[in-house]
């Protein structure tokens, strides 16, 4: 369920961004504004990642858990 979640919302995006991108450039004349709209999204996505750290959640070992 998650992976087609991720999966509709990265082509919506790459719909979104393809469109929008063709639609600035007939308004505007030049790909300026869409370079710079992709060089902000970039930076805010690293920023809102720069926190995550990925590491195994702890577990402890109980006997009972143990296959027998």
């Known amino acids: ?4 979640i991720v999966f509709l919302f990265h082509q919506l995006g790459s719909f979104m961004g393809v469109w929008l991108g063709g639609y ?3 308004v505007t ?3 300026d504004v869409v370079w710079k709209i992709a060089i ?3 930076v805010m ?3 809102l990642h720069w926190f995550i750290t990925e590491q195994p ?3 402890p070992a109980t006997p009972s858990a143990w296959p027998q």
Do not use: F
Not at 1 to 4: D, I, K
């Open 57 to 59: 959640i702890k577990r």
């Open 29 to 31: 004349g030049n790909y």
């Open 40 to 42: 902000l999204l970039s």
């Open 45 to 47: 996505a690293a920023a």
């Open 1 to 4: 369920m998650l992976g087609g």
């Open 24 to 26: 600035l450039y007939d």
